[in-house]
């Protein structure tokens, strides 16, 4: 208790506590590692203009709790509606969430997410889920970016190193937590991140971005918005980023390193009262240090360690075409994504995408609210594979399709709400999905609502359960033979279900309180084991070799269960306090067919069972803010990782709206912790401290 009153102590004891942590010269540092010359002028220039800036941001202490209890979202429903009707457990991330929170990438922002799984592998690398099942690829949390999804066909997981784009332009992120494919299908099985950037209108004007760190990222950024005649806007950005590799036990870096360069662009135009079009797009390529534990030759039998560099280009864009009426709206979106992929010595992949959506909304009816659409997505793939990991066939171009409808009814003079809907969706690799809900909601008040909801989800199987070969581990038998341990993946395997039944309730007592209570169970079947085959001889790559293999198969089945709690308060006007606590249980049980001992042990000890956080905004005389976050999270039976707590500090000086400069440190209460634990073609690193300086021009 003493630890968390620090946190939030006055400015000058906030002044002595930085001093004496570790990082005591940080700031001295930091402007070192600024580009000095250009900093410096960029800081008196701006403090010599009169700063009118074209995107003010909002000071925490002009805001209230009911105007945060009344946001408005379009996740959970697909249509716009406030927080508190939401039937879901959701959160969202506010475009002043980003700012104050220090973090410098979308996956480290989704650390803020109750309910949400966060581990950091390495410099580059990040296991992003919910409600359990912590992987290297986590294949049952849906992330968009504006509509386009960014997990990869080839492991159903995301590859956090080329999701990047300017945090600046971001209004907010929505979470779900439970399963959300009634309206979004595809692996939105446990929960849903989606992504929203600002309209162009919204960004116009100049934004000249930089950042420094020790032990972390530096950054340079800028971004200019300007009109389309009357009616249009647009905003083209560019930034470049480099990230130090993760601390070693020696005090040096390891080599996870990551470096990025992108740009994009995008514009909005209002054709008419009624309808707007949208056009946007990216450009990346990127370096990330990669190490590797793997197979290095099979003759003779040699096990160790590639550290390569993994290279990535690609681009997309995306055109978004929406008309309203009084009865009827409409949307169509169409995107294309291209993306390659090199990982030296591992694996290559070279992917395009191409994906449209139609979405209808008819709103009629006083009590009825139907949406219904369809959607349609290509996917072609080329992979060049390696001795540790290869898909068999190479080359593979599949498609997935579905249609969905949801009717909204609403009961008692809007007091009570029923949803009811489905999708059908068929994936090549395990066939025709159904994934139906039911939704109910009792707004009894203004400010309280109580909502309940049973709904079915399945995982988009990927082509890593159909098609790959890994070769596991080398070795030699008694009689000399060569003895290669290999898994494969089985063709149109089962696909892993999820039946979710969820209660939650959102209630604010008083104007500087709130709260947001979730609880749920889930049953899960056809999770994926690997089971033993019969063994082989193969001729290459040479010489002859035996090969014991497992095959992937859908011989576990269980439970999970737990609670997820926020409370919001405003002790002062300048003060805004948040506290979260999740817990969660997982229990699952291998089917007496199955010979595979380990994969169910491992699921269960993948996620921690308790995580807490305490996060504080605090605006300070002078123009100064103070915020601070606190997070615990509990220990990792399986790999053994130790529980581990974080405090995260910034100071933020904004003398006019045009201008901001930031810094502060992470990671703070240890010198270094490991999230995330080694094996499978995955080499953890620790998480170390560090600390950044950062300034913002807007003009």
């Not at 992949?349 to 909304?361: A, G, S």
């Not at 008692?412 to 009811?420: D, I, V």
């Not at 948040?578 to 699952?588: C, D, G, K, P, Q």
Request: charged share 20%; with cysteine; proline share 5%.
């Amino acid at each position: 208790m003493q630890r968390t009153i620090a946190l939030f102590s006055p400015p000058q004891r906030v002044g002595v506590n930085l001093t004496a942590c570790p990082g005591k010269n940080i700031f001295l540092a930091l402007v070192k590692r600024v580009s000095g010359a250009g900093f410096l002028t960029g800081l008196l220039l701006v403090l010599l203009t009169d700063g009118r800036a074209q995107e003010p941001t909002p000071d925490v202490g002009s805001l209230s709790l009911d105007s945060l209890s009344s946001i408005e979202i379009t996740s959970v429903s697909r249509k716009e509606q406030t927080l508190i009707e939401a039937t879901a457990a959701i959160f969202v991330i506010t475009s002043e969430d980003i700012r104050r929170s220090g973090m410098s990438n979308i996956a480290e922002l989704l650390r803020t997410v109750p309910g949400l799984d966060v581990a950091e592998i390495d410099a580059n690398k990040w296991s992003v889920t919910t409600r359990g099942f912590g992987e290297r690829y986590p294949d049952k949390t849906l992330v968009l970016l504006d509509g386009r999804t960014l997990y990869s066909p080839l492991t159903s997981g995301v590859t956090w190193d080329v999701q990047e784009t300017m945090l600046e332009d971001i209004e907010r992120i929505e979470v779900i937590r439970g399963p959300g494919a009634t309206l979004w299908g595809a692996n939105a099985v446990n929960g849903v991140v989606n992504i929203i950037t600002k309209t162009a209108k919204n960004t116009q004007g100049a934004l000249i971005s930089g950042a420094g760190a020790i032990r972390g990222r530096n950054s340079g950024a800028t971004r200019y918005g300007g009109s389309l005649g009357s009616r249009g806007h647009y905003r083209v950005y560019g930034k470049y980023f480099d990230r130090d590799g993760s601390p070693t036990p020696s005090g040096g870096h390891a080599p996870d390193g990551w470096h990025d360069l992108r740009s994009g662009f995008r514009a909005d135009w209002d054709i008419s009262g009624a309808t707007t079009t949208t056009i946007q797009g990216d450009l990346y390529r990127g370096r990330v240090g990669t190490t590797v534990p793997g197979l290095l030759s099979i003759s003779p039998p040699l096990t160790g360690l590639f550290i390569g560099e993994t290279t990535t280009t690609g681009g997309n864009v995306l055109g978004r075409w929406t008309r309203t009426s009084n009865h009827l709206d409409t949307t169509v979106q169409a995107y294309f994504d291209l993306a390659h992929r090199n990982e030296s010595a591992v694996l290559g992949e070279f992917r395009h995408t191409f994906d449209l959506e139609f979405i209808e909304r008819y709103h009629r009816w006083n009590r009825h609210e139907l949406i219904f659409g369809g959607d349609f997505r290509d996917n072609a793939d080329r992979t060049i594979g390696s001795l540790n990991i290869s898909f068999n066939p190479a080359n593979r171009s599949t498609q997935l399709y579905g249609g969905f409808a949801q009717d909204e009814f609403a009961l008692f003079a809007n007091r009570l709400k029923l949803t009811l809907g489905s999708k059908i969706e068929h994936n090549y690799y395990s066939g025709i999905a159904f994934q139906p809900a039911v939704r109910l909601a009792w707004l009894p008040s203004e400010h309280s609502a109580t909502w309940m909801a049973i709904s079915r989800a399945s995982e988009s199987s990927s082509r890593t359960d159909s098609d790959v070969r890994t070769n596991d581990d080398v070795s030699l038998g008694a009689d000399g033979t060569i003895i290669l341990a290999s898994s494969f993946g089985t063709e149109h395997l089962s696909p892993e279900n999820v039946i979710a039944y969820e209660f939650g309730s959102r209630w604010q007592p008083g104007n500087k309180l709130s709260f947001d209570l979730a609880t749920f169970y889930n049953h899960y079947t056809n999770r994926h084991t690997n089971e033993p085959g019969t063994p082989f001889f193969e001729d290459s790559p040479t010489p002859r070799h035996l090969v014991v293999p497992n095959y992937k198969a859908s011989n576990i089945s269980g439970e999970t269960h737990g609670l997820e709690l926020l409370a919001k308060g405003r002790p002062a006007h300048m003060w805004e306090l948040s506290a979260s606590y999740t817990l969660f249980e997982i229990h699952l049980h291998q089917s007496s067919a199955s010979q595979d001992f380990a994969t169910a042990p491992e699921s269960e000890g993948s996620s921690p069972t308790q995580e807490f956080q305490i996060h504080s905004l605090l605006n300070l005389p002078h123009k100064l803010e103070f915020d601070s976050a606190l997070f615990h999270v509990g220990r990792l039976v399986e790999p053994a990782i130790k529980a581990y707590t974080r405090l995260d500090l910034r100071i933020g000086w904004r003398p006019t709206k045009a201008f901001e400069l930031s810094g502060g440190g992470r990671n703070l209460l240890q010198s270094q912790h490991y999230e995330f634990g080694s094996g499978g073609l995955v080499q953890a690193e620790p998480v170390g401290r560090s600390a950044y300086l950062k300034a913002n021009w807007r003009f």
